[in-house]
């Protein structure tokens, strides 16, 4: 199978320039060169044993998380691997979605495992993949919805509604049975009568009534697809994770101007090269979220305590401190702490990222260091874009490649557009208005000499005309385009196949939609692609 690479440029400027592997940048804003510092990253994790959480104690946690959620003896062999002292991860993550949410957390743990699996031949040493649902993020309408092709073909939004309550991490959102039945019954629905379809049904029912949350039945449906791989998932928002992470808190805390002092040494460096900060960070902002009665509140640093947004909350350093001793589930990380906590948590050789990730992470140079810790080997995740067989047709037919679709797409279909009017219609109108317009220029001219009461009138006139060209001209190509719809429609389906809202394909559809049409092991060539570390985006056709 051939794995062709699609140009997808990446938008955010200082990702690029990692990607791109800019020496310069690399150096002053991150700790290893994520092609060259394998080894010197190794040294350092075996050196720095001794700054991580009790190796047993999270394998404990782990084995109880997975074994709810993704058991398979494969999970089970990693976790026996990852007690080891010798071991490494690989580890990366998302919030879990809707049904998975888009193809790119597919996407994700593909990169993780297949990294993992590199690292480990080239090393010769355990390298255990391990993939970081943050449940404790509480932005659930990032995360509570599923984008679905459907056959006229238009893009449609399957999303889950929220009860009334508090922000919530999503993890603690509980959905109900109505909740559940209401959003299946939409999806079943959506998705095309295949011999694949009731099995598929079948289990996504299945996932979501053991589920009480989005977190939990994510987790079921990617255990299903990656357990057999090995693939160790671990909920962020974990109350038994928690108990393992209290030490890390109470450095987050006793620690916190040292960092905040750190993020903002970061972030100088990056104005300093001309970029902007990607993760928003306040001045006095503490990087840590209390829960209190259910809810999520950031904290910042005021008058040597913490307190939220509103003043509502006021804990003494002393207080958090007993919190984080006693009562760890009550803490949660944000974007610029998670980093550090994942470093104390586990012997990370290297996190996948994506492009926006990669970006924040520099932010976090400094903080890392401030600890005594450093930042891990930051490999940029692998993208795909799926392309079915009809599309593939279609492309042939047109003489058209995936690229032509998603980066020239308007320019590709009015070329074609054009070379269907065999009446010439835009030279034809064009040079009529032309025509028109100078012949009453020469006119108006006349008149104007001569009764230049006409003079207005005159204008009006003209303008009446041209417009009146202008609008047969528009009605003419409409008809001509009414002429050629089932052409245009063709046109539509591939982009809204190949590059859906103007986004790139794997950030918008959810994986039902080809595990319907393709069974349980449509993403399985895709695990047979070469490892790519430079993030690049691959054509798979499937």
């Known amino acids: 199978m051939t794995w062709p690479i699609l140009n997808i440029p990446v938008q955010q400027s200082l990702a690029r320039r990692y990607i791109e592997r800019?020496?310069?940048?690399?150096?002053?804003?991150?700790?290893?060169?994520?092609?060259?510092?394998?080894?010197?990253?190794?040294?350092?994790?075996?050196?720095?044993?001794?700054?991580?959480?009790?190796?047993?104690?999270?394998?404990?946690?782990?084995?109880?998380?997975?074994?709810a959620r993704n058991d398979h003896p494969a999970v089970t062999a990693s976790l026996d691997q990852l007690e080891r002292d010798d071991a490494l991860v690989v580890v990366g993550g998302q919030q879990g979605g809707l049904f998975t949410g888009p193809l790119l957390v597919v996407y994700k743990a593909v990169s993780i495992i297949r990294m993992a699996q590199e690292a480990e031949a080239r090393l010769g040493r355990p390298v255990i993949p391990i993939f970081w649902i943050a449940g404790e993020d509480h932005d659930f309408d990032e995360v509570n919805h599923a984008y679905f092709l459907t056959p006229e073909p238009s893009v449609a939004r399957v999303r889950v509604e929220k009860k009334e309550g508090a922000r919530a991490p999503v993890s603690s959102i509980r959905l109900d049975e109505e909740q559940w039945e209401a959003v299946l019954n939409e999806v079943d629905?959506?998705?095309?009568?295949?011999?694949?379809?009731?099995?598929?049904?079948e289990r996504v029912r299945e996932a979501s009534a053991g589920a009480a949350s989005l977190t939990d039945a994510c987790a079921v449906l990617l255990g299903g697809m990656f357990g057999p791989y090995g693939l160790v998932f671990l909920d962020s928002a974990d109350p038994e994770l928690r108990q393992v992470e209290g030490p890390m808190f109470r450095s987050l805390i006793a620690q916190n101007d040292l960092l905040r002092q750190a993020y903002g040494a970061s972030e100088r460096e990056l104005a300093s090269r001309g970029f902007p900060t990607q993760a928003d960070r306040a001045e006095n902002g503490a990087n840590l979220f209390l829960i209190h009665e259910g809810e999520r509140h950031l904290l910042f640093k005021e008058d040597g305590g913490f307190t939220d947004r509103h003043r509502t909350l006021v804990r003494s350093e002393d207080e958090l401190m007993a919190a984080a001793e006693s009562a760890p589930h009550l803490l949660s990380n944000n974007v610029l702490t998670r980093p550090l906590m994942q470093e104390y948590l586990f012997p990370v050789l290297a996190i996948v990222l994506g492009p926006g990730e990669i970006a924040y992470w520099a932010q976090t140079k400094e903080a890392f260091r401030a600890l005594g810790m450093r930042m891990p080997l930051l490999w940029p995740r692998m993208g795909f874009t799926c392309l079915e067989g009809t599309v593939n047709k279609l492309l042939g037919k047109y003489e058209l490649t995936a690229g032509d679709i998603i980066g020239h797409y308007e320019e590709r279909k009015e070329a074609w557009l054009t070379a269907q009017d065999e009446l010439g219609l835009d030279e034809r109108f064009a040079s009529l208005r032309h025509d028109v317009d100078a012949r009453y220029e020469e006119l108006l001219a006349r008149l104007n000499e001569a009764l230049p009461a006409l003079g207005r009138l005159g204008d009006t006139n003209r303008a009446k005309v041209l417009e009146q060209i202008d609008f047969l001209h528009h009605r003419a190509k409409d008809a001509l385009q009414k002429q050629h719809e089932s052409g245009l429609r063709q046109w539509v389906r591939m982009r809204l196949t190949l590059h859906p809202q103007d986004r790139p394909q794997e950030r918008v559809y959810n994986m039902l939609m080809y595990a319907c049409r393709y069974g349980d092991g449509w993403f399985k060539p895709i695990m047979e692609a070469p490892v790519l570390w430079n993030g690049e985006n691959r054509l798979v056709v499937l």
């Open 189 to 201: 629905a959506l998705l095309p009568a295949t011999e694949f379809k009731p099995a598929l049904m």
């Open 22 to 67: 800019d020496d310069a940048i690399i150096e002053s804003l991150y700790e290893y060169h994520p092609d060259r510092d394998w080894e010197a990253r190794v040294r350092w994790v075996d050196e720095a044993a001794h700054l991580r959480a009790d190796r047993k104690q999270l394998v404990s946690v782990l084995r109880r998380y997975n074994k």
